[in-house]
């Protein structure tokens, strides 16, 4: 058994029982068949030759367009863009009639192997879920350009395109899985209201947070403010050793140093930051004079402060 497969087996104990036998990709297909499964019913499902009619060789063959994404998104790759072939009703009619049969035939098989679990049975779900899958897949493609075509008439200030895009997808998801052909509708005049109804979804729902939430998020406003605190509590500390080795003269400075230092920088209480000039005119001395000073206790300043609370 495979990791992905032991993955399934775990992680959804109340599916089918696994029959004795099934390994390889066989099991991990039948593991990922739902334990309940709905399909639209159609009158010619009760015909015995309708499998044969829609699944076997002489089958009509319905060509579905690759799909390529509309110029909003993006691709990995640059492709050519050729332009869709819209299927007809008939070939739309037969899409939906083999994805709904192949539900029907699946919907019988898991109800008989819950009775009783057989192996040819799961290789008989195993084959009808691929089916199942397949016809989903061939209606998706035939049909996505329905998505971007009402984004493009939807317009909601607070959502982008991808958003518009996914919600338009599930809905279009929906669709395909509740349409009845037998109505004789296009299934675009059916999955156009259901996705136009998601993004109303959508707009009622961003109106609601709005409401609730009125400012926007701003990643500048969530940016961490520690550096900032740290800074500012090392110059609180700085300011503090200053101040101590000033008022206690920790750094042996004269009376004089001691009073053009406080002059120079402002730390006089009676005074605020003086030039040399300044400084000169108060304590009579030259501009020079002033400065030789002032470096000096500048240097006894600094050594005090690097044997004090820098050195280790």
Same mark, same amino acid.
């Given at each position: 058994?495979?990791?992905l497969a032991?993955?399934?087996?775990?992680e959804?104990?109340?599916?089918?029982?696994?029959p004795?036998?099934?390994?390889?990709?066989?099991?991990?297909?039948?593991?990922?068949?739902?334990?309940?499964i709905?399909?639209?019913?159609?009158?010619?499902?009760?015909d015995?030759?309708?499998?044969?009619?829609?699944?076997?060789?002489?089958?009509?063959?319905?060509?579905?367009?690759?799909?390529?994404?509309?110029?909003?998104?993006?691709?990995?790759c640059?492709?050519?863009?050729?332009?869709?072939?819209?299927?007809?009703?008939?070939?739309?009619?037969v899409?939906?009639?083999?994805?709904?049969?192949?539900?029907?035939?699946l919907?019988r098989?898991?109800?008989?192997?819950?009775?009783?679990?057989?192996?040819?049975?799961?290789?008989?779900?195993?084959?009808?879920?691929?089916?199942?899958?397949s016809?989903?897949?061939?209606l998706?493609?035939?049909?996505?350009?329905?998505?971007p075509?009402?984004?493009?008439r939807?317009?909601?200030?607070?959502?982008?395109? #991808?958003?518009?895009?996914?919600e338009?997808?599930?809905?279009?998801?929906?669709?395909?899985?509740?349409?009845?052909?037998?109505?004789?509708?296009k299934?675009?005049?059916?999955?156009?209201?259901?996705?136009?109804?998601s993004?109303?979804?959508?707009?009622a729902?961003?109106?609601?947070?709005?409401?609730?939430?009125?400012?926007?998020?701003?990643?500048?406003?969530?940016?961490?403010?520690?550096?900032?605190?740290?800074h500012?509590?090392?110059?609180?500390?700085?300011?503090?050793?200053?101040?101590?080795i000033?008022?206690?003269?920790?750094?042996?400075?004269?009376?004089?140093?001691?009073?053009?230092l406080?002059?120079?920088?402002?730390?006089?209480? #009676?005074?605020?930051?003086?030039?040399?000039?300044?400084?000169?005119?108060?304590?009579?001395?030259?501009?020079?004079?002033?400065?030789?000073?002032?470096?000096?206790?500048?240097?006894?300043?600094?050594?005090s402060?690097?044997?004090?609370?820098?050195?280790?």
């Open positions: 058994m495979t990791r032991e993955k399934l087996r775990t959804a104990p109340e599916r089918l029982k696994v004795q036998g099934l390994t390889g990709e066989v099991l991990e297909v039948y593991l990922r068949i739902p334990p309940d709905d399909c639209v019913w159609h009158p010619s499902f009760g015995p030759d309708t499998a044969q009619r829609l699944f076997g060789p002489d089958a009509r063959h319905v060509q579905v367009s690759a799909w390529s994404c509309p110029p909003e998104i993006p691709e990995d640059a492709a050519e863009r050729a332009r869709p072939v819209k299927l007809t009703m008939v070939q739309e009619a899409l939906f009639l083999r994805y709904n049969y192949a539900r029907h035939r919907q098989l898991i109800g008989e192997q819950r009775r009783r679990c057989r192996m040819s049975r799961a290789e008989e779900m195993v084959l009808w879920y691929q089916r199942v899958m016809s989903c897949g061939e998706v493609l035939a049909n996505m350009a329905l998505v075509a009402m984004a493009k939807t317009v909601i200030p607070s959502a982008d395109y #991808e958003e518009l895009a996914s338009g997808n599930m809905a279009l998801l929906r669709s395909i899985t509740m349409f009845d052909v037998s109505r004789g509708f299934f675009s005049t059916y999955a156009c209201q259901a996705i136009l109804k993004f109303r979804r959508l707009a729902k961003h109106g609601r947070y709005r409401r609730r939430f009125p400012v926007m998020f701003d990643a500048d406003m969530e940016k961490s403010d520690l550096i900032d605190n740290r500012r509590q090392q110059w609180d500390d700085s300011l503090q050793a200053l101040r101590q000033l008022s206690c003269n920790l750094a042996a400075m004269t009376d004089m140093e001691r009073r053009i406080m002059l120079r920088f402002g730390l006089a209480a #009676e005074t605020g930051k003086m030039t040399l000039a300044e400084v000169g005119d108060r304590v009579g001395f030259s501009n020079e004079r002033v400065r030789q000073i002032l470096n000096g206790s500048l240097l006894k300043l600094r050594e402060l690097y044997s004090r609370f820098l050195a280790t």
